[in-house]
């Protein structure tokens, strides 16, 4: 799949020299755990709420599960998306200078 490594290694020095954070070591893995889990958390207490003894506090409880539960779905949404479109950017960028490598070589042949 890596034809041209020396364009592989010129690419991680690029990246290096862009000083962009290692999303691996990032806040970006820790806010996607919260996500999980408050996505986790919003229906466990919005069904505990169901078991509260009092009318008021049930009401209070689910909604506070539902918004839980809506808040770390917005989260790990976010924090996904982020890191799928942060790869398939870099990938962009990789294919689109193979290309130009390739159609630079082809147009020194015809010359």
Request: no cysteine; proline share 4%; glycine share 6%.
């Amino acid at each position: 799949m890596i034809d041209n490594p020396q364009r592989v290694e010129e690419f991680k020095a690029d990246v290096a020299a862009m000083h962009v954070a290692d999303p691996a070591t990032s806040r970006d893995r820790k806010f996607l755990a919260v996500g999980v889990v408050l996505m986790l958390a919003g229906p466990i207490i919005a069904l505990a709420s169901y078991f509260a003894a009092e009318p008021r506090d049930v009401t209070t409880f689910g909604l506070t599960g539902v918004a839980v539960g809506v808040i770390g779905a917005a989260l790990f949404l976010r924090y996904s998306i982020a890191q799928f479109l942060r790869f398939w950017l870099a990938r962009q960028i990789y294919e689109q200078r193979a290309l130009n490598d390739k159609l630079i070589e082809s147009l020194r042949g015809k010359a």
